[in-house]
């Protein structure tokens, strides 16, 4: 046997977009064993809770995650409606799984170009992030804001879309899709990507669903799993499947993410078709009292909002487990055995985004 | 088949013209909902303080004994919510970010004048007046 | 809108372990734990997922200065969560796999959300 070293990794690290330190026990070129902390970014947010009007909290809830805000709100909203039962219109939730699928859109597109980035593949990155563009214009030009959209409130939305706008958005997607297949096609089928990704970081479908993995860490394995059949929001009246791989690797979180990108926009153009009209908020009367556990879908995979309170304006307990959280324990198995030049690419195939993890 | 799509986008980014602009040479891209920074009118003021304890980030602070008005917009986050909720509609969001700034903190500070005499008790709280 | 059942079943320290190894064998996989800081006590919840979405919960409920099994020779991802309630709330785990012993959340006040969190300590006075 030869020597153990231990290298460390980040938190400052150019491929990290955000802080976690990996200690690698090194045998020559391959990872042993790896050991994930965390704890550079830790705000309190959930602490903060008790000091602020429950309404109010949900700008706050959706400044958890800078990708994901928007499912960030609305999960934090379903959380205290399903304390209150408040029951929300149904075009509110319409216009909440619409946003959902734009958050989703340009989150995954995100990922996909850090992806190609950490590969080396820097035209690809450009071009993921050119068509991002144009989800994020539809955002501000619907919401007001490209990343914090803010437009989700306890009791329904903000802010309504005219039916004339969604059906543009839609027809803006349908525009966009050709142009996200060629993308796909890369990412999926180019030789130098499936070289550089197959066989990289692989779990089973057995190891994946026992260490807690969610999201496209865990359709990558071949589990069907995905929050979203749940029928949270719109998604019980919306028709779709989830994208599934079953090679378990690097390259099949990229494929499941690459997929979804198309989910979503199936997802939009169908609300856009579907939506009612009617209201879009319901009057929030009173204090809530009570418990419950609120799970969407994110980019990232199942998050889990959980809300205590005791029938005063400050909720008791804002507990947040965001999807890199669960997906720590799988990262750190999926990392036995690689070499350490593919370390970059095994830690960004989970999407880590530490921040949210951190709360 | 690989060559025709990446003729494609090659055509595309030649033919295509830049996907940025210039900024700031031109304006950035705006839309009528951006919510660029809060724009107070002290005139209309009911100092009833809604803004001050719905803020999530506490940026307003509203003094009723010396009729004063005041943010820190470095704390501001331009959630909108003192927008919705403010009773006289005295607070906006226009499109426009703020421009730069490097002291902190970044505050503004608005005196609101005494209500003329005939409107003191017409729904106005304020003591003193 | 299809609202989620969510049961949850209170039970004994004792029998956490156990619990949650036959959670294992039915096929769940573990979602989450959360722990609460409610009327004194700690409330600390497992949260089990079905494949078919079905979720459950498993509640203990902890004295203050009273410590909890671990899971993790369970479900191995559990450490996680674990070191996450001893760094967080200052509730002991017996038995963790991967046991940070108090630097996984290196917070500058000790225990934030514990009942009776520690005091911030002396700043110290810094030239700047």
Same mark, same amino acid.
């Given at each position: 046997m030869s020597k153990q070293i231990v290298i460390p990794f980040g938190p400052q690290h150019p491929v990290l977009p955000e802080p976690i330190h990996l200690d690698l026990v090194m045998e020559d070129e391959r990872v042993v064993e790896a050991l994930p902390s965390i704890g550079y970014v830790h705000r309190g947010l959930e602490k903060l809770v008790e000091k602020r009007d429950f309404r109010d909290f949900v700008y706050i809830a959706e400044r958890i995650c800078g990708i994901c805000s928007f499912i960030h709100g609305m999960t934090y909203c379903h959380a205290v409606e399903g304390v209150m039962d408040l029951p929300v219109p149904p075009r509110a939730n319409y216009l909440r799984t619409v946003w959902s699928e734009l958050s989703r859109l340009h989150s995954h597109l995100l990922w996909l170009g850090l992806m190609a980035d950490a590969m080396g593949f820097e035209s690809l990155f450009m071009q993921s992030w050119r068509l991002r563009e144009h989800v994020l214009d539809d955002m501000e030009e619907t919401t007001g804001n490209r990343v914090i959209q803010g437009s989700c409130k306890v009791g329904g939305v903000r802010r309504d879309i005219s039916d004339a706008k969604l059906r543009e958005i839609a027809d803006g997607l349908e525009e966009l899709r050709p142009q996200l297949e060629d993308l796909r096609d890369v990412f999926v089928r180019d030789s130098s990507v499936r070289h550089r990704l197959g066989g990289l970081g692989t779990l089973t479908e057995q190891q994946a669903w026992e260490l807690g993995a969610v999201g496209p860490v865990l359709r990558a394995c &071949?589990?069907?799993?995905? %929050?979203r059949q749940t029928g949270y929001a719109a998604y019980d009246e919306l028709d779709f499947t989830p994208a599934v791989e079953t090679a378990g690797d690097c390259w099949a979180r990229t494929a499941v993410r690459a997929e979804e990108l198309f989910t979503s926009i199936d997802l939009i153009q169908q609300a856009a078709e579907k939506i009612p009209e009617g209201p879009i908020e319901v009057k929030v009367t009173g204090n809530p009292k009570g418990e419950f556990y609120a799970r969407s879908e994110q980019p990232r995979g199942e998050v889990i909002h959980y809300v205590k309170a005791n029938g005063t304006k400050n909720l008791v307990r804002f507990r947040v487990r965001t999807p890199t959280f669960s997906n720590i324990a799988p990262l750190v198995v999926s990392?036995? &055995? %690689?070499e350490l030049a593919d370390v970059p690419v095994v830690v960004l195939s989970i999407d880590p985004c530490i921040g949210c993890a951190e709360r | 088949m690989g060559l025709i799509t990446i003729a494609k986008t090659i055509s595309r980014n030649v033919f295509g013209g830049p996907a940025t602009r210039r900024y700031p040479a031109e304006p950035a891209k705006r839309y009528?909902?951006?919510?660029g920074r809060l724009v107070f009118e002290p005139e209309n003021c009911r100092l009833c303080r809604i803004c001050m304890l719905r803020c999530p980030t506490q940026a307003i602070v509203v003094e009723r004994k010396e009729r004063t008005w005041e943010i820190d917009h470095f704390r501001c986050i331009t959630c909108g919510n003192c927008v919705d909720l403010c009773p006289a509609n005295v607070l906006h969001l226009e499109p426009v970010y703020r421009e730069p700034e490097a002291d902190r903190p970044a505050k503004e500070f608005h005196r609101i004048p005494e209500p003329p005499p005939e409107n003191a008790d017409a729904g106005c709280e304020t003591p003193g007046v | 809108m299809r609202r989620e059942e969510q049961p949850i079943e209170v039970i004994e320290i004792g029998s956490l372990v156990d619990r949650a190894a036959q959670k294992k064998v039915e096929g769940?996989?573990?979602?989450a734990i959360s722990c609460a800081a409610v009327e004194g006590k700690y409330e600390v919840t497992y949260s089990f997922e079905e494949r078919d979405h079905r979720f459950t919960n498993l509640r203990v409920v902890v004295e203050p200065g009273g410590t909890v099994p671990s899971v993790t020779p369970v479900y191995w991802g559990a450490f996680v969560y674990e070191n996450e309630i001893h760094d967080l709330f200052g509730l002991d785990v017996t038995g963790i796999n991967v046991d940070y012993g108090g630097h996984f959340f290196d917070t500058k006040v000790k225990h934030p959300f514990a009942l009776t969190p520690a005091t911030r300590p002396p700043e110290k006075t810094e030239e700047t």
């Amino acid at each position: 046997m030869s020597k153990q070293i231990v290298i460390p990794f980040g938190p400052q690290h150019p491929v990290l977009p955000e802080p976690i330190h990996l200690d690698l026990v090194m045998e020559d070129e391959r990872v042993v064993e790896a050991l994930p902390s965390i704890g550079y970014v830790h705000r309190g947010l959930e602490k903060l809770v008790e000091k602020r009007d429950f309404r109010d909290f949900v700008y706050i809830a959706e400044r958890i995650c800078g990708i994901c805000s928007f499912i960030h709100g609305m999960t934090y909203c379903h959380a205290v409606e399903g304390v209150m039962d408040l029951p929300v219109p149904p075009r509110a939730n319409y216009l909440r799984t619409v946003w959902s699928e734009l958050s989703r859109l340009h989150s995954h597109l995100l990922w996909l170009g850090l992806m190609a980035d950490a590969m080396g593949f820097e035209s690809l990155f450009m071009q993921s992030w050119r068509l991002r563009e144009h989800v994020l214009d539809d955002m501000e030009e619907t919401t007001g804001n490209r990343v914090i959209q803010g437009s989700c409130k306890v009791g329904g939305v903000r802010r309504d879309i005219s039916d004339a706008k969604l059906r543009e958005i839609a027809d803006g997607l349908e525009e966009l899709r050709p142009q996200l297949e060629d993308l796909r096609d890369v990412f999926v089928r180019d030789s130098s990507v499936r070289h550089r990704l197959g066989g990289l970081g692989t779990l089973t479908e057995q190891q994946a669903w026992e260490l807690g993995a969610v999201g496209p860490v865990l359709r990558a394995c &071949g589990v069907a799993n995905d %929050i979203r059949q749940t029928g949270y929001a719109a998604y019980d009246e919306l028709d779709f499947t989830p994208a599934v791989e079953t090679a378990g690797d690097c390259w099949a979180r990229t494929a499941v993410r690459a997929e979804e990108l198309f989910t979503s926009i199936d997802l939009i153009q169908q609300a856009a078709e579907k939506i009612p009209e009617g209201p879009i908020e319901v009057k929030v009367t009173g204090n809530p009292k009570g418990e419950f556990y609120a799970r969407s879908e994110q980019p990232r995979g199942e998050v889990i909002h959980y809300v205590k309170a005791n029938g005063t304006k400050n909720l008791v307990r804002f507990r947040v487990r965001t999807p890199t959280f669960s997906n720590i324990a799988p990262l750190v198995v999926s990392m036995k &055995g %690689i070499e350490l030049a593919d370390v970059p690419v095994v830690v960004l195939s989970i999407d880590p985004c530490i921040g949210c993890a951190e709360r | 088949m690989g060559l025709i799509t990446i003729a494609k986008t090659i055509s595309r980014n030649v033919f295509g013209g830049p996907a940025t602009r210039r900024y700031p040479a031109e304006p950035a891209k705006r839309y009528d909902l951006t919510r660029g920074r809060l724009v107070f009118e002290p005139e209309n003021c009911r100092l009833c303080r809604i803004c001050m304890l719905r803020c999530p980030t506490q940026a307003i602070v509203v003094e009723r004994k010396e009729r004063t008005w005041e943010i820190d917009h470095f704390r501001c986050i331009t959630c909108g919510n003192c927008v919705d909720l403010c009773p006289a509609n005295v607070l906006h969001l226009e499109p426009v970010y703020r421009e730069p700034e490097a002291d902190r903190p970044a505050k503004e500070f608005h005196r609101i004048p005494e209500p003329p005499p005939e409107n003191a008790d017409a729904g106005c709280e304020t003591p003193g007046v | 809108m299809r609202r989620e059942e969510q049961p949850i079943e209170v039970i004994e320290i004792g029998s956490l372990v156990d619990r949650a190894a036959q959670k294992k064998v039915e096929g769940n996989r573990l979602v989450a734990i959360s722990c609460a800081a409610v009327e004194g006590k700690y409330e600390v919840t497992y949260s089990f997922e079905e494949r078919d979405h079905r979720f459950t919960n498993l509640r203990v409920v902890v004295e203050p200065g009273g410590t909890v099994p671990s899971v993790t020779p369970v479900y191995w991802g559990a450490f996680v969560y674990e070191n996450e309630i001893h760094d967080l709330f200052g509730l002991d785990v017996t038995g963790i796999n991967v046991d940070y012993g108090g630097h996984f959340f290196d917070t500058k006040v000790k225990h934030p959300f514990a009942l009776t969190p520690a005091t911030r300590p002396p700043e110290k006075t810094e030239e700047t």
